[in-house]
C-alpha cells in the first residue's frame, strides 16, 4: 500500500488543521492505521491508531481530547482533525499503515508502511 500524507500547515496555536492520508494499492481496510510526529531532535512517536473497522482508537496522552482520529474505507482515507493546536505540536506528521492487525485491534508499534510527512507549524 502506498500512502500519501496532505494537510500541513502553518497556523497559530489555539487554531486547527485537519490532516488527510490517502492509501493506494489495496483496500485500505486490510490495514491498521496509524499518525506519527517527530520533531527536531526527537523520536518519531505514535499520536493516535485506528482499528481496520473504525470502532476502535488509541491515543497518546499529549493529544487527547485535542486530536481525532477517523478513517473512511469506501475512499480509503484516514483524517488526523487537530484543535487547540499549540506550539509543542509542531513536527512532521506520518501516516502508516499495518497489514498485520486484526480488525478490531489498534496498533501501537510494527507499521510496515509509511507516507511521506506533512509538516505542521503552529506559531505562538
Known amino acids: 500500500v502506498q500512502l500519501q500524507a496532505s494537510g500541513g500547515g502553518l497556523v497559530q496555536a489555539g487554531g486547527s488543521l485537519r490532516l488527510s492520508c490517502a492509501a493506494s494499492?489495496?483496500?485500505?481496510?486490510?490495514?491498521?492505521l496509524g499518525w506519527f510526529r517527530q520533531a527536531p531532535g526527537k523520536e518519531r512517536e505514535l499520536l493516535a491508531a485506528?482499528?481496520?473497522?473504525?470502532?476502535?482508537?488509541y491515543y497518546t496522552d499529549s493529544v487527547k481530547g485535542r486530536f481525532t482520529i477517523s478513517r473512511d474505507n469506501a475512499k480509503s482515507e484516514v483524517y488526523l482533525q487537530m484543535n487547540r493546536l499549540k506550539p509543542e505540536d509542531t513536527a512532521v506528521y506520518f501516516c502508516?499503515?499495518?497489514?498485520?492487525?486484526?480488525?478490531?485491534?489498534?496498533?501501537?508499534?510494527?507499521?510496515?508502511?509509511w507516507g511521506q510527512g506533512t509538516q505542521v507549524t503552529v506559531s505562538s
Open positions: 502508516a499503515a499495518d497489514g498485520r492487525a486484526s480488525y478490531s485491534s489498534v496498533s501501537t508499534y510494527g507499521y510496515d508502511f
Open positions: 485506528i482499528s481496520r473497522s473504525g470502532g476502535n482508537t
Open positions: 494499492g489495496r483496500t485500505s481496510s486490510n490495514y491498521a
